[in-house]
Protein backbone atom coordinates (compact mmCIF):
# COMPACT_ATOMS: atom_id res chain seq x y z
CA UNK A 1 0.00 0.00 0.00
CA UNK A 2 2.74 2.59 0.60
CA UNK A 3 2.60 5.54 3.21
CA UNK A 4 -0.18 7.80 2.71
CA UNK A 5 0.62 11.02 1.20
CA UNK A 6 -1.50 13.48 -0.66
CA UNK A 7 0.83 12.91 -4.00
CA UNK A 8 0.65 9.52 -4.26
CA UNK A 9 -1.95 6.62 -4.27
CA UNK A 10 -1.70 3.19 -2.63
CA UNK A 11 -0.08 1.52 -4.86
CA UNK A 12 -2.37 -1.54 -5.06
CA UNK A 13 -5.10 0.60 -4.35
CA UNK A 14 -3.80 2.47 -8.04
CA UNK A 15 -3.64 -0.94 -10.39
CA UNK A 16 -7.50 -1.86 -9.19
CA UNK A 17 -8.14 1.79 -10.16
CA UNK A 18 -6.69 1.13 -13.56
CA UNK A 19 -8.86 -1.91 -13.77
CA UNK A 20 -12.03 -0.56 -12.98
CA UNK A 21 -11.91 2.26 -15.27
CA UNK A 22 -11.40 -0.13 -17.84
CA UNK A 23 -14.82 -2.12 -17.06
CA UNK A 24 -16.42 1.16 -15.92
CA UNK A 25 -15.53 2.69 -19.39
CA UNK A 26 -16.09 -0.15 -21.71
CA UNK A 27 -17.56 -3.50 -20.30
CA UNK A 28 -20.28 -1.22 -18.50
CA UNK A 29 -20.81 1.84 -20.01
CA UNK A 30 -20.50 0.93 -24.16
CA UNK A 31 -21.53 -2.98 -23.33
CA UNK A 32 -24.29 -3.02 -20.98
CA UNK A 33 -22.59 -5.67 -18.57
CA UNK A 34 -23.57 -5.83 -14.92
CA UNK A 35 -20.30 -4.75 -12.37
CA UNK A 36 -17.81 -8.05 -12.42
CA UNK A 37 -17.25 -7.58 -8.61
CA UNK A 38 -20.12 -6.02 -6.33
CA UNK A 39 -18.22 -3.55 -4.61
CA UNK A 40 -15.99 -2.03 -7.58
CA UNK A 41 -17.27 1.60 -7.47
CA UNK A 42 -16.77 1.88 -3.87
CA UNK A 43 -13.05 1.04 -3.96
CA UNK A 44 -12.24 2.58 -6.94
CA UNK A 45 -13.80 5.39 -8.21
CA UNK A 46 -11.68 8.05 -8.15
CA UNK A 47 -14.44 11.11 -8.40
CA UNK A 48 -16.44 9.31 -5.05
CA UNK A 49 -13.55 7.44 -2.90
CA UNK A 50 -11.95 10.56 -1.65
CA UNK A 51 -7.86 10.37 -1.49
CA UNK A 52 -6.88 9.86 1.90
CA UNK A 53 -9.62 7.32 2.67
CA UNK A 54 -8.01 5.23 -0.11
CA UNK A 55 -5.73 3.46 2.55
CA UNK A 56 -8.55 2.58 4.73
CA UNK A 57 -10.69 0.44 2.10
CA UNK A 58 -10.90 -3.70 2.03
CA UNK A 59 -9.26 -4.12 -1.23
CA UNK A 60 -8.65 -7.80 -2.61
CA UNK A 61 -5.37 -9.02 -1.94
CA UNK A 62 -2.78 -8.62 -4.71
CA UNK A 63 -3.50 -11.90 -6.50
CA UNK A 64 -7.50 -10.58 -6.00
CA UNK A 65 -6.82 -7.24 -7.93
CA UNK A 66 -4.69 -8.85 -10.19
CA UNK A 67 -7.42 -11.38 -11.26
CA UNK A 68 -10.02 -8.87 -11.19
CA UNK A 69 -7.81 -6.92 -13.97
CA UNK A 70 -7.26 -10.13 -15.92
CA UNK A 71 -11.25 -10.84 -15.88
CA UNK A 72 -11.48 -7.43 -17.57
CA UNK A 73 -9.09 -7.85 -19.93
CA UNK A 74 -10.86 -10.81 -21.28
CA UNK A 75 -14.96 -9.30 -21.28
CA UNK A 76 -12.70 -6.21 -23.31
CA UNK A 77 -10.71 -8.84 -25.75
CA UNK A 78 -14.28 -10.60 -26.18
CA UNK A 79 -15.79 -7.57 -27.03
CA UNK A 80 -13.59 -5.99 -29.16
CA UNK A 81 -13.71 -9.58 -31.31
CA UNK A 82 -17.03 -8.70 -31.93
CA UNK A 83 -16.07 -5.19 -33.32
CA UNK A 84 -16.46 -2.01 -31.39
CA UNK A 85 -17.49 0.68 -33.60
CA UNK A 86 -17.82 4.81 -33.56
CA UNK A 87 -18.66 5.97 -30.22
CA UNK A 88 -17.87 2.98 -28.05
CA UNK A 89 -14.27 3.33 -29.33
CA UNK A 90 -13.90 6.55 -27.83
CA UNK A 91 -14.26 4.46 -23.98
CA UNK A 92 -11.56 2.10 -24.95
CA UNK A 93 -9.10 4.98 -26.24
CA UNK A 94 -9.77 6.84 -23.00
CA UNK A 95 -9.53 3.61 -20.75
CA UNK A 96 -6.10 2.85 -22.72
CA UNK A 97 -4.52 6.50 -22.23
CA UNK A 98 -5.70 6.61 -18.55
CA UNK A 99 -3.74 3.15 -17.91
CA UNK A 100 -0.91 5.10 -19.45
CA UNK A 101 -1.06 7.70 -16.96
CA UNK A 102 -1.59 5.76 -14.23
CA UNK A 103 1.84 3.85 -15.56
CA UNK A 104 3.53 6.79 -15.53
CA UNK A 105 2.72 8.04 -12.28
CA UNK A 106 3.48 3.97 -10.52
CA UNK A 107 7.05 4.96 -12.23
CA UNK A 108 7.41 7.91 -10.35
CA UNK A 109 5.54 7.01 -7.15
CA UNK A 110 8.54 4.37 -7.12
CA UNK A 111 10.84 7.19 -7.19
CA UNK A 112 9.12 8.84 -4.09
CA UNK A 113 8.74 5.81 -2.01
CA UNK A 114 12.37 4.39 -2.90
CA UNK A 115 11.47 1.45 -4.36
CA UNK A 116 13.57 0.10 -6.82
CA UNK A 117 13.60 0.57 -10.37
CA UNK A 118 11.07 -1.85 -12.08
CA UNK A 119 13.44 -4.81 -13.56
CA UNK A 120 13.45 -5.76 -17.18
CA UNK A 121 12.16 -2.41 -17.73
CA UNK A 122 13.81 0.25 -20.12
CA UNK A 123 17.76 0.77 -20.62
CA UNK A 124 20.40 2.93 -18.26
CA UNK A 125 20.55 6.33 -20.14
CA UNK A 126 22.67 6.03 -23.40
CA UNK A 127 26.52 6.90 -23.51
CA UNK A 128 26.22 10.66 -22.90
CA UNK A 129 25.13 12.61 -25.70
CA UNK A 130 26.39 16.06 -24.30
CA UNK A 131 24.95 19.65 -23.93
CA UNK A 132 22.76 21.52 -26.53
CA UNK A 133 22.93 25.04 -25.81
CA UNK A 134 21.74 28.41 -27.23
CA UNK A 135 18.03 29.50 -28.57
CA UNK A 136 16.27 29.73 -31.50
CA UNK A 137 14.06 32.48 -33.37
CA UNK A 138 10.67 31.44 -33.51
CA UNK A 139 8.45 34.28 -35.69
CA UNK A 140 5.71 35.52 -34.89
CA UNK A 141 2.22 35.15 -36.33
CA UNK A 142 -1.03 33.60 -35.81
CA UNK A 143 -1.71 30.22 -35.48
CA UNK A 144 -4.41 27.74 -33.78
CA UNK A 145 -3.94 26.42 -30.52
CA UNK A 146 -5.24 23.26 -29.61
CA UNK A 147 -6.60 20.10 -31.58
CA UNK A 148 -8.91 20.08 -34.42
CA UNK A 149 -11.21 16.52 -35.27
CA UNK A 150 -8.06 15.50 -37.50
CA UNK A 151 -6.07 15.10 -34.93
CA UNK A 152 -7.42 11.62 -33.66
CA UNK A 153 -8.66 11.09 -29.81
CA UNK A 154 -8.45 14.05 -28.08
CA UNK A 155 -9.07 15.49 -24.49
CA UNK A 156 -11.92 17.33 -23.59
CA UNK A 157 -9.57 20.36 -22.37
CA UNK A 158 -7.82 20.13 -26.06
CA UNK A 159 -10.76 21.13 -27.77
CA UNK A 160 -10.87 23.21 -29.89
CA UNK A 161 -8.14 24.94 -31.92
CA UNK A 162 -8.62 28.34 -31.79
CA UNK A 163 -6.40 31.46 -33.23
CA UNK A 164 -3.98 33.22 -31.07
CA UNK A 165 -1.27 35.74 -32.29
CA UNK A 166 2.16 35.57 -31.42
CA UNK A 167 4.58 37.54 -31.18
CA UNK A 168 8.33 36.47 -32.34
CA UNK A 169 10.13 34.95 -29.38
CA UNK A 170 13.59 33.27 -28.86
CA UNK A 171 14.27 29.91 -27.31
CA UNK A 172 16.32 27.31 -26.18
CA UNK A 173 17.43 24.43 -28.43
CA UNK A 174 17.11 22.13 -25.35
CA UNK A 175 15.91 22.35 -21.80
CA UNK A 176 17.87 23.45 -18.33
CA UNK A 177 20.53 20.71 -18.05
CA UNK A 178 21.54 19.50 -14.75
CA UNK A 179 25.26 21.84 -14.90
CA UNK A 180 23.34 24.74 -15.73
CA UNK A 181 20.60 24.51 -12.97
CA UNK A 182 23.72 23.72 -10.50
CA UNK A 183 24.79 26.80 -10.71
CA UNK A 184 21.65 28.90 -9.46
CA UNK A 185 22.47 25.81 -6.55
CA UNK A 186 25.24 27.23 -5.67
CA UNK A 187 25.24 30.83 -6.44
CA UNK A 188 22.92 29.95 -3.35
CA UNK A 189 19.51 30.92 -5.49
CA UNK A 190 17.31 28.76 -2.76
CA UNK A 191 18.19 31.80 0.07
CA UNK A 192 17.43 35.03 -2.54
CA UNK A 193 13.89 35.97 -1.66
CA UNK A 194 13.69 38.13 -4.88
CA UNK A 195 13.88 35.11 -7.72
CA UNK A 196 10.90 33.70 -5.89
CA UNK A 197 7.25 34.92 -6.19
CA UNK A 198 5.18 34.84 -2.86
CA UNK A 199 3.77 31.46 -3.21
CA UNK A 200 7.23 29.86 -4.48
CA UNK A 201 8.84 31.66 -1.38
CA UNK A 202 6.19 30.24 0.73
CA UNK A 203 6.77 26.68 -0.74
CA UNK A 204 10.23 27.08 -0.23
CA UNK A 205 10.19 28.25 3.15
CA UNK A 206 7.55 25.05 4.23
CA UNK A 207 9.98 22.53 2.06
CA UNK A 208 13.05 23.99 3.53
CA UNK A 209 13.96 23.55 -0.20
CA UNK A 210 18.08 24.14 -0.63
CA UNK A 211 18.02 22.29 -3.73
CA UNK A 212 16.41 19.72 -6.10
CA UNK A 213 14.28 17.12 -3.69
CA UNK A 214 16.37 14.30 -4.76
CA UNK A 215 19.82 16.09 -4.98
CA UNK A 216 22.34 15.22 -1.99
CA UNK A 217 25.02 17.55 -0.97
CA UNK A 218 28.05 17.07 -3.14
CA UNK A 219 30.22 14.28 -2.74
CA UNK A 220 34.29 14.60 -3.90
CA UNK A 221 33.13 18.20 -5.77
CA UNK A 222 30.81 16.10 -8.04
CA UNK A 223 26.84 16.50 -7.43
CA UNK A 224 24.74 13.36 -6.87
CA UNK A 225 21.19 12.15 -6.26
CA UNK A 226 18.98 9.19 -5.06
CA UNK A 227 17.35 7.78 -7.70
CA UNK A 228 15.48 5.11 -6.67
CA UNK A 229 17.56 2.94 -3.61
CA UNK A 230 20.58 4.26 -4.73
CA UNK A 231 23.02 7.19 -5.15
CA UNK A 232 24.55 8.19 -8.18
CA UNK A 233 26.31 10.55 -10.16
CA UNK A 234 24.03 13.58 -11.21
CA UNK A 235 24.65 13.90 -15.12
CA UNK A 236 25.55 17.09 -15.87
CA UNK A 237 23.40 17.39 -19.87
CA UNK A 238 21.01 15.44 -18.65
CA UNK A 239 17.67 17.83 -18.35
CA UNK A 240 17.29 18.96 -14.77
CA UNK A 241 14.37 17.02 -13.58
CA UNK A 242 11.53 16.43 -10.32
CA UNK A 243 11.53 20.37 -9.95
CA UNK A 244 8.54 22.31 -9.85
CA UNK A 245 7.27 25.04 -11.53
CA UNK A 246 8.40 27.34 -8.14
CA UNK A 247 11.96 26.21 -8.70
CA UNK A 248 11.98 26.50 -12.54
CA UNK A 249 10.60 30.09 -12.25
CA UNK A 250 12.72 30.82 -9.36
CA UNK A 251 16.06 29.82 -11.93
CA UNK A 252 14.35 31.82 -14.95
CA UNK A 253 13.97 34.85 -12.40
CA UNK A 254 18.03 34.12 -11.52
CA UNK A 255 19.01 33.95 -15.27
CA UNK A 256 17.24 36.42 -16.75
CA UNK A 257 15.40 34.09 -18.90
CA UNK A 258 11.86 33.46 -18.97
CA UNK A 259 9.35 30.38 -19.17
CA UNK A 260 7.34 30.06 -22.67
CA UNK A 261 3.52 29.96 -22.56
CA UNK A 262 2.06 27.24 -23.87
CA UNK A 263 1.10 28.94 -27.08
CA UNK A 264 5.05 29.51 -27.76
CA UNK A 265 5.94 26.31 -26.56
CA UNK A 266 3.34 24.54 -28.99
CA UNK A 267 4.38 27.17 -31.82
CA UNK A 268 8.10 26.17 -31.26
CA UNK A 269 7.50 22.15 -31.45
CA UNK A 270 4.80 21.66 -34.37
CA UNK A 271 4.92 24.94 -35.98
CA UNK A 272 6.61 25.77 -39.21
CA UNK A 273 7.93 28.82 -40.97
CA UNK A 274 5.82 30.61 -43.46
CA UNK A 275 7.80 30.87 -47.11
CA UNK A 276 10.40 33.59 -46.63
CA UNK A 277 10.44 32.93 -43.08
CA UNK A 278 9.29 35.96 -41.40
CA UNK A 279 6.15 34.33 -40.18
CA UNK A 280 4.26 31.83 -38.74
CA UNK A 281 2.54 29.45 -41.06
CA UNK A 282 -0.73 28.38 -40.76
CA UNK A 283 -0.37 24.55 -40.57
CA UNK A 284 1.40 22.63 -37.77
CA UNK A 285 2.95 18.96 -37.76
CA UNK A 286 1.63 16.23 -36.22
CA UNK A 287 5.21 15.63 -34.27
CA UNK A 288 8.10 17.56 -33.69
CA UNK A 289 9.61 15.63 -36.36
CA UNK A 290 7.14 15.68 -38.81
CA UNK A 291 4.45 12.86 -39.38
CA UNK A 292 6.21 9.85 -38.67
CA UNK A 293 5.10 7.81 -35.50
CA UNK A 294 7.14 8.28 -32.54
CA UNK A 295 10.33 5.90 -32.96
CA UNK A 296 13.22 5.17 -31.38
CA UNK A 297 15.52 7.63 -32.94
CA UNK A 298 12.97 10.43 -32.08
CA UNK A 299 12.49 10.06 -28.47
CA UNK A 300 12.80 8.93 -25.07
CA UNK A 301 9.68 7.73 -24.60
CA UNK A 302 7.39 5.12 -23.43
CA UNK A 303 10.49 3.31 -20.55
CA UNK A 304 13.08 3.17 -23.41
CA UNK A 305 15.54 4.70 -20.74
CA UNK A 306 14.66 4.64 -17.24
CA UNK A 307 16.45 7.99 -16.47
CA UNK A 308 16.53 11.43 -18.72
CA UNK A 309 19.21 11.18 -21.67
CA UNK A 310 21.43 14.27 -22.29
CA UNK A 311 19.80 17.07 -24.12
CA UNK A 312 21.69 16.72 -27.13
CA UNK A 313 20.58 13.23 -28.01
CA UNK A 314 17.32 12.25 -30.25
CA UNK A 315 18.68 14.79 -32.95
CA UNK A 316 16.22 12.89 -35.18
CA UNK A 317 13.44 14.41 -33.27
CA UNK A 318 14.20 17.69 -33.75
CA UNK A 319 11.39 20.45 -34.75
CA UNK A 320 11.17 22.90 -37.80
CA UNK A 321 12.76 25.64 -35.46
CA UNK A 322 15.78 23.23 -34.26
CA UNK A 323 13.92 22.44 -30.83
CA UNK A 324 15.40 18.94 -29.66
CA UNK A 325 13.42 16.64 -27.23
CA UNK A 326 10.04 18.78 -27.16
CA UNK A 327 8.73 15.51 -26.60
CA UNK A 328 9.85 12.46 -24.43
CA UNK A 329 12.55 12.77 -21.31
CA UNK A 330 11.25 15.52 -18.95
CA UNK A 331 8.07 16.97 -19.04
CA UNK A 332 8.37 20.84 -19.81
CA UNK A 333 6.36 23.34 -17.25
CA UNK A 334 5.12 26.31 -18.73
CA UNK A 335 4.42 29.99 -17.89
CA UNK A 336 0.59 28.83 -18.73
CA UNK A 337 -2.28 28.48 -16.04
CA UNK A 338 -4.32 25.13 -16.97
CA UNK A 339 -7.51 26.96 -18.39
CA UNK A 340 -10.31 25.92 -20.06
CA UNK A 341 -10.25 26.79 -24.32
CA UNK A 342 -13.24 28.76 -25.54
CA UNK A 343 -16.38 27.02 -25.45
CA UNK A 344 -15.02 24.28 -23.42
CA UNK A 345 -17.36 21.20 -22.10
CA UNK A 346 -16.36 18.36 -20.07
CA UNK A 347 -16.39 14.71 -21.95
CA UNK A 348 -18.29 11.66 -20.40
CA UNK A 349 -14.98 11.44 -17.73
CA UNK A 350 -16.46 14.78 -16.21
CA UNK A 351 -13.82 15.28 -13.43
CA UNK A 352 -10.51 15.01 -15.90
CA UNK A 353 -9.99 18.43 -16.86
CA UNK A 354 -12.99 20.65 -15.46
CA UNK A 355 -11.91 20.66 -11.55
CA UNK A 356 -8.72 21.39 -11.81
CA UNK A 357 -8.61 24.86 -13.90
CA UNK A 358 -7.23 27.75 -12.77
CA UNK A 359 -5.07 25.81 -9.90
CA UNK A 360 -2.53 24.01 -12.04
CA UNK A 361 -0.33 24.70 -14.47
CA UNK A 362 0.33 23.70 -18.32
CA UNK A 363 3.07 20.53 -18.82
CA UNK A 364 3.70 19.64 -22.36
CA UNK A 365 5.69 16.82 -24.28
CA UNK A 366 5.98 13.79 -22.05
CA UNK A 367 8.87 12.32 -20.15
CA UNK A 368 10.72 8.51 -20.69
CA UNK A 369 7.58 7.56 -19.22
CA UNK A 370 5.14 8.50 -20.68
CA UNK A 371 2.95 6.71 -23.78
CA UNK A 372 3.74 7.85 -27.89
CA UNK A 373 0.16 7.71 -27.41
CA UNK A 374 -0.29 10.55 -24.96
CA UNK A 375 2.97 12.47 -25.01
CA UNK A 376 1.24 14.03 -28.47
CA UNK A 377 2.62 17.81 -28.45
CA UNK A 378 -1.13 18.76 -27.90
CA UNK A 379 -1.97 17.00 -24.88
CA UNK A 380 -1.63 18.97 -21.86
CA UNK A 381 -0.73 17.51 -18.61
CA UNK A 382 -1.50 19.92 -15.44
CA UNK A 383 0.02 19.60 -12.20
CA UNK A 384 0.02 22.25 -9.15
CA UNK A 385 2.99 24.45 -9.10
CA UNK A 386 4.19 22.79 -5.93
CA UNK A 387 4.58 19.31 -7.20
CA UNK A 388 7.91 18.13 -7.32
CA UNK A 389 7.49 14.17 -7.83
CA UNK A 390 6.71 14.33 -11.06
CA UNK A 391 9.37 13.77 -14.15
CA UNK A 392 9.68 17.50 -14.94
CA UNK A 393 11.92 19.96 -16.41
CA UNK A 394 11.41 23.31 -18.18
CA UNK A 395 12.66 24.93 -21.34
CA UNK A 396 13.36 28.79 -21.07
CA UNK A 397 12.86 31.96 -23.67
CA UNK A 398 15.18 34.85 -23.80
CA UNK A 399 13.44 37.41 -21.95
FE1 LIG B 1 -7.42 7.58 -12.55
Redesign the pocket.
Known amino acids: MGPMLPIVNPVLW?IG??GW?HEFWTLRHVHGASPLLEHADALWN?STVAHDTRWDLDLPDRDGVFGFLSRVLERQHESLERGVEGAGRYYYELAIR?ED??AEALAYTRQTLRYPSPADLGRAPAPRAGAWPGDVDVPGGRRQLGSTAADGFVFDNEKWAHAVELKPFRIAKAPVTNAEFAVFVEAGGYRVREFWCEEGWAWREQARAERPVYWLPKQDGQWVWRRHTGVEALAPDAPVVFVNWHEAQAWCRWAGRRLPSEAEWEAAAIGEPAAGGTRLAEGKRRWPWGDARPSSRHANLDFAHTAPVDVAAFSAGDSAFGCRQMVGNVWEWTASDFLPFPGFSADPYEDYSQPWFGTRKVLRGGSWATSARLARPLYRNFFTPDRNDVIAGFRTCAV
Request: aromatic share 12%; net charge negative; proline share 0%.
Open positions: EHVFSHMH
